[in-house]
């Protein structure tokens, strides 16, 4: 099996952290995986905001969290148990998991910010995983940066008011087992006969 299809099937959501920074080396190459992804038109449009605020962090990661609401009471989410999440532990009141890098990618609003913001946010993952770095992809961001303290993290970031929010990546060296991931649906997969 080649190294990028052995670092797909390998990585797994990361919740626990260490607290040690990313090297700049290692965060350089994640942002350039991010640079290289697909984007529609060839635009470039989505933006990256990098943040090593651990205040900035934590404060946009409380307010993500209680945009999310309580723990889900039902299976239907079941995880890895060495990784639990916000959704099994009412407990955990930073959907950023005290994760030492958030990078925040926003786009330009347009049809394919989505897409745009998507694919760059897939090279980052898979890149900071082939380095031995772990990542959550945590929703809500377009409903975290709504909040005046949002928008006040994208002023400081010089981030356009108009971008849309699209997701936060929290990235961390991690800390103890990486646990299982579940087991893929394949029944998903649809051939046209
Ligand atoms: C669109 C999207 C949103 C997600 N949001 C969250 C989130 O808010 N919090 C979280 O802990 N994990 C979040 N995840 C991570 C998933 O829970 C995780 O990918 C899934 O449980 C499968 O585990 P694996 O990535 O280890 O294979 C999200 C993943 C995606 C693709």
Not at 4 to 9: D, F, M
Not at 68 to 86: C, L, P, R, T, V
Not at 103 to 110: A, K, R
Not at 123 to 131: D, E, F, K, R
């Amino acid at each position: 099996m080649n190294e990028v299809i052995k670092a797909i099937q390998s990585r797994r959501t990361i919740r626990k952290f260490r607290s040690d920074p990313i090297s700049k080396d290692a965060v350089e190459a994640i942002l350039e995986a991010g640079l290289w992804a697909p984007s529609a038109g060839g635009r470039q449009q989505a933006l990256f905001l990098v943040s090593e605020d651990r205040d900035a962090n934590l404060l946009l990661g409380k307010i993500n969290r209680n945009c999310f609401g309580g723990a889900m009471k039902n299976n239907d989410h079941e995880i890895n148990q060495k990784q639990i999440s916000i959704a099994e532990d009412d407990s955990l009141k930073n959907a950023f998991y005290d994760a030492p890098l958030v990078i925040y990618l926003f786009g330009s609003g347009n049809r394919y910010t989505v897409n745009d913001c998507s694919v760059c946010a897939e090279n980052m993952i898979l890149a900071a995983w082939s380095m031995g770095i772990g990542c959550v992809y945590v929703g809500r961001a377009e409903e975290t940066f709504a909040t005046e303290e949002g928008k006040a993290i994208m002023r400081r970031g010089n981030i356009p008011e108009d971008a849309k929010a699209v997701c936060c990546l929290c990235f961390g060296y991690p800390d103890g087992e990486i646990g299982e991931g579940r087991p893929r649906k394949r029944e998903r997969i649809h051939y046209l006969k």
